[in-house]
């Protein structure tokens, strides 16, 4: 069985649950903010390879963690950074030629 056919297996939802019994190495504030830091790093640069309900969950635990104010931020930043959705956000942003008065 491959580790990609592990973490396929892996219910998101159940995944609090399954970290919550492994024991966690006690870490300084600092070190464990740089570890999150370099994660969400990671998960952005992977953000357009994920599957959408992958996508979806992670989405949400951000908008859950963070609070409400950040949902329309968080998603105008992911659109942004990736070529998948980056051209449809550019022609939504691109004024139409009647508004040019043409």
């Known amino acids: 069985m491959t580790m ?3 973490i396929e297996q892996v219910s998101f939802a159940t995944l609090p649950v399954a970290l919550s019994l492994r024991a966690r190495p006690a870490l ?3 070190a464990a903010d740089r570890l999150a830091k370099a994660l969400g790093q990671a ?4 953000w357009s390879r ?3 309900d992958v996508q979806h969950e992670l989405f ?4 859950t963690a963070e609070g409400e104010t ?5 998603a ?3 659109h942004g950074t ?3 959705t980056l051209g449809s956000l550019q022609a939504r942003a691109m004024p139409e030629p009647d508004s040019l008065g043409g």
């Open 50 to 52: 994920l599957p959408r």
């Open 4 to 6: 990609q056919h592990d």
């Open 70 to 74: 950040i949902r329309q931020q968080l």
């Open 82 to 84: 990736h070529a998948r």
């Open 43 to 46: 998960m952005v640069h992977c």
């Open 28 to 30: 300084p504030p600092d």
């Open 76 to 78: 105008i930043f992911l």
């Open 60 to 63: 949400e635990a951000a908008v």
